[in-house]
């Protein structure tokens, strides 16, 4: 069974988490995260008398993004930003079009919206895979409805 000595009634004592009369969230979440990795590794079942009552909702929404979407949008915006110098400086040296003139050029402006798109779709390297996994998940049924084509027309040339 899982054991805190903050885990009280089926539910974090908040109390337990205050620093200066004010709730730390993070030691919530960094709790709440410790036991769900818990039982994930020893899964136990529910009953009725220990019933779980903490929900997520009682963490206010900041704390969430605090803790983890700014780290987030932090990393892209420094990816974007490293993207969007190289291929600043690789239209430069390619086309010798200054970076304020890049601007109104179309071709520039093609470069920068597929540099965004790959910053946004590509965050992990994980996420390669994934996409191409989703290419091959999206053409299976392509390649099987032209499969099953190619048959009957192959059993109707047989039979002539």
Known sequence: MFQDSRWVGGTWDLKQFQKDGVTHWDSVIDAEVRRRKWLEDNPESSSNEEPVLFDTSIIPWWAWMK????????LLNGRAAMVGFFM???????????????MGNFFCKTLLFVAVAGVLLIRKNEDIETLKK?????????????????????????DS
């Open 67 to 74: 803790r983890f979407h700014l780290p987030e949008a932090e």
């Open 88 to 102: 600043a400086y690789f239209v430069d040296s390619l086309t010798g079009v200054g970076l304020v003139d890049q």
């Open 134 to 158: 989703l290419v091959e998940e999206s053409t299976f049924y392509d390649k099987q409805w032209q499969a099953s084509w190619q048959d009957e027309n192959s059993s109707s040339s047989k």
